[in-house]
């Protein structure tokens, strides 16, 4: 037996699942698990449908089995294997607790993805109480006057590795509006505070200047507009007048890497679908 | 439109969203929540369907609609309209605070159910600082000698009443074997520990004792094993050691209150089911 | 014997630790609480003592004790009987599920308080359902040409009860600079949005329409600047693409009474001290 | 300046704060911080204070000046530098990722600790994903043969390093009684459950059967008494009917190294005194 992920959006409508399930049930399909969600407001209908097939039923087989009904509700959809792993490219800066992160979970088996490079405005020694091992590593300076050269290089990077997925893992860099809009859906950035609260720089600073009792951590899809992308995953902690703001720092790495870790995981299980400005996210 | 809630369990099998689903696109009905799990382990189904029917139909029409597909299926089901409001019987004792939050909560509409009365082992002036209105109270006061008497009068007051649901908010008596088992399913208790720790007597006073770091709350359903019933909620807060065993009484009110309220609120929008030991619980 | 609570602040210096806690023990004080915080970027310290004494020993004559030390150290203090139980004034509106709530926590005992009454822009019917019983209640309707006028009645009512605080339980109505200065550090405010996201109207609405994962509530001392005061505490809630704007205000009352609710007992018990804009909170 | 730490406990007495806070200010400290805890239960007295001194003030000097004041409550105490680090002895198992964490802790200066080696039942080849570096490391494996031969190895590695702490990062082996006795009080082990729930093997797959709606780990000093040593701290992570035991063990991995991680720094910050079986944490 082998599963596929199908995750579809389209108008509701009635009949939708009816349809789907039926389709699946002829071609040999066993639905393990199913969730949906229809936003009243928008009047747009998302769904996420995890199904087992005969080991002989093929990714491209069950497309075309599933076409025409999708077609008939004008849906945008994907299906994938349950066991693909898609091509993940790190961007990372100084600080190196997310990355650290990430590539254990990857290590462990936690996230089903392939990373295949890692590209920082740091040099390589930076990382050099990691274990980056021979993952392919682009050292990718920035200047004020090289920004747009640097963004061509790091253009060439994403095209050559062939990433599905580019994760701002504390890049601390602002990607240009045109790169923000063709990575759309596709490059995940962990912003260290609970948005819409302390936009910008300095966030735990800022926090800290508040008074707030509570910081948190935001990731969100990148768009042109900074820090203001559709939200995936948010969560926080308790602070105190005690904390200094390197407390916060330090409190907030924990904060941002489970942020990061779990928006990463949801988006590469397929969970994570796009709802104008907002996220539908299934939950696991 | 109206709207009805269907649930139902059965040994998983292929084709059941299928069959489900296209029986109700054929009556007319657009489905606007689906939530299902298969239980791996124990190869049961469960699912939670909320669809929406045109003004026309009848609660009874769509369940002859369905039951040739959830005969064929083994299932186990129920189907209602989703305004039905539960009658629900309150068994309190001393301590009324989950008392209060539930009347509160139902009084300003977040609990689909109809109060139908209140029977306590304290006489009604003790809760002289409640608004009971004319809400039915019955004055059951119990000892070891009267226990089974007792337990014969609530009997009665419990099908005299209808209720469909009974909550034993902090009621702290023990119901017997008999009782726990014919009210199985539609009996929901609060115990005031994080369950499986501290079963039994004065379990603050244990965590006190043993010096954890958090304390917490477990709505159940009720089962002759004491304690030991299907898990429905829990939740939990932090304490230090500054807190004495009446600090932890106190802020143990306070997730008492607001687990109990989620797990009857869970009850009573269907989205509970019962798994061997164990209950699915559909998110909301 | 009795418990007496010192709170106190001044420019941070060496000694005050030893001065104070040896003017205790010569007046025949044991200390069972000291917790103190230097702030390091504002060079203030601030405390807060619990020190019992002989049942002989008066307030009037602690605090003619501590003088002389205190004044030698420039202190702003308070020593108050750990038993004074202050006076509170409840502002309220159309919602009630924080007077409810800190009603019933005073009447249970919680709040070291004496509620002298409620004041709303609604009329004693409004609250028919919850137990008034004989507390004063001033109904103060506004309007935009009356608001002047009522903030006058209300000015004679705060007078009048005599009220150390002013809870603004979901008042919903802004006060005038004026007033707001005259009470600085004694009215408290329920904002329900987690601060400084969503200031303004409708937060739980701004909330939805961002697709945040967290709501929250803020509890903070009144200042002309609206929801720019003193942080005293905050909460949130996990919620999800499934929440309706509807479900945002209802999980929010619950997170906006417990923060409220918490603010208060913090306030009453002497463990909030104003820090610039901001709040040292010496934890229970 | 320099900073110093000094922890203590006796029998409670009056005057204790105002005889050790005027010994600090005629030796020329000043106080910083200052935390302390009075078990009315047990009528133990615990304090904590930092306080900085002249640059010329030395730990044996500071010591010399407090002994008398010391002796005269029958204190118990402990004075270091605050900048002092801790030698810390890391054991562990298979499964590594409480050492990942601790040792990325570590490095990124969050811990004030030095690591003064690994040891553990599994060959160095186990970890080669990690960069261990130079770090000392002793393969100690064991079987029920070996135990008593193996411990005694594990001791001499502990005589030989001179570790302050020892660290059971899940180390997945019991100590002897004799062992779990000598290490009292600086032996931390990661239990992978919320105890006292699910105390000895495979906590996830009791947590599963029995279906808890949050799963927890705690930290805690070892004793022969397995399970049941003083908690440190503790966590939780909210779960569903959804988790497997599999997801159960991966959610877990999260709240365990964080626990643990909080444990080891509250311990290395001298913010954890034994009272008993409980212990008093001061917070930062």
Same mark, same amino acid.
């Given at each position: /037996?082998?599963?596929?992920?199908? #995750?579809?959006?389209? %108008?509701?409508?009635?009949?939708?699942?009816? &349809?789907?399930?039926?389709?699946?049930?002829?071609?040999?399909?066993?639905?393990?698990?199913?969730?949906?969600?229809?936003?009243?407001?928008?009047?747009?209908?998302?769904?996420? $449908?995890?199904?087992?097939?005969?080991?002989? !039923?093929?990714?491209?087989?069950?497309?075309?089995?599933?076409?025409?009904? /999708?077609?008939?509700?004008?849906?945008?959809?994907?299906?994938?294997?349950?066991?693909?792993?898609?091509?993940?490219?790190?961007?990372?800066?100084?600080? @190196?607790?997310?990355?650290?992160?990430?590539?254990?979970?990857?290590?462990?088996?936690?996230?089903? /993805?392939? %990373?295949?490079?890692?590209?920082?405005?740091? *040099?390589?020694?930076?990382?050099?109480?990691?274990? !980056?091992?021979?993952?392919?590593?682009?050292?990718?300076? $920035?200047?004020?006057? =090289?920004? &747009?050269?640097?963004?061509?290089?790091?253009?060439?990077? +994403?095209?050559?590795?062939?990433? @599905?997925?580019?994760? !701002?893992?504390?890049?601390?860099?602002?990607?240009?509006?045109?790169?923000?809009?063709?990575?759309?859906?596709?490059?995940?950035?962990?912003?260290?505070?609970?948005?819409?609260?302390?936009?910008?720089?300095? *966030?735990?600073?800022?926090?800290?200047?508040?008074?707030?009792?509570?910081?948190?951590? #935001? &990731?969100?899809?990148? #768009?042109?507009?900074?820090?203001?992308?559709? $939200? +995936?995953?948010?969560? %926080?902690?308790?602070?105190?007048?005690?904390? =200094? *703001?390197? @407390?916060?720092?330090?409190?907030?790495?924990?904060?941002?890497?489970?942020? !990061?870790?779990?928006?990463?995981?949801?988006?590469?299980?397929?969970? %994570?679908?796009?709802?104008?400005?907002?996220?539908?996210?299934?939950?696991?």
């Amino acid at each position: /037996m082998r599963s596929f992920v199908l #995750t579809s959006h389209c %108008v509701d409508q009635p009949g939708i699942v009816a &349809a789907v399930s039926t389709t699946i049930f002829h071609m040999g399909g066993d639905i393990t698990d199913l969730q949906q969600f229809g936003d009243t407001i928008t009047g747009n209908y998302f769904n996420r $449908i995890v199904f087992k097939g005969p080991s002989s !039923l093929q990714a491209e087989a069950a497309r075309a089995a599933l076409a025409p009904v /999708m077609e008939r509700f004008g849906m945008s959809w994907n299906l994938r294997d349950q066991n693909h792993r898609s091509k993940v490219l790190l961007l990372v800066s100084r600080f @190196d607790h997310c990355l650290v992160d990430l590539l254990y979970r990857w290590r462990s088996g936690e996230l089903r /993805m392939d %990373v295949v490079g890692i590209v920082s405005n740091y *040099p390589r020694e930076t990382y050099s109480n990691l274990m !980056l091992g021979d993952l392919p590593f682009w050292y990718l300076p $920035i200047t004020k006057e =090289t920004k &747009a050269e640097q963004e061509k290089q790091l253009r060439g990077v +994403i095209e050559e590795t062939g990433a @599905d997925l580019v994760v !701002l893992a504390r890049y601390m860099q602002i990607l240009s509006d045109e790169l923000a809009a063709d990575l759309y859906g596709r490059c995940i950035n962990i912003h260290h505070s609970f948005l819409p609260g302390f936009k910008g720089a300095k *966030p735990y600073h800022q926090a800290f200047d508040r008074g707030v009792k509570l910081i948190g951590a #935001t &990731a969100h899809y990148v #768009t042109g507009d900074l820090d203001e992308g559709p $939200i +995936i995953e948010q969560d %926080v902690e308790r602070v105190t007048h005690l904390d =200094t *703001p390197e @407390d916060l720092v330090r409190k907030g790495r924990d904060i941002e890497r489970r942020v !990061l870790a779990r928006a990463v995981r949801y988006h590469l299980d397929g969970r %994570v679908l796009l709802n104008g400005n907002k996220t539908v996210v299934f939950p696991e």
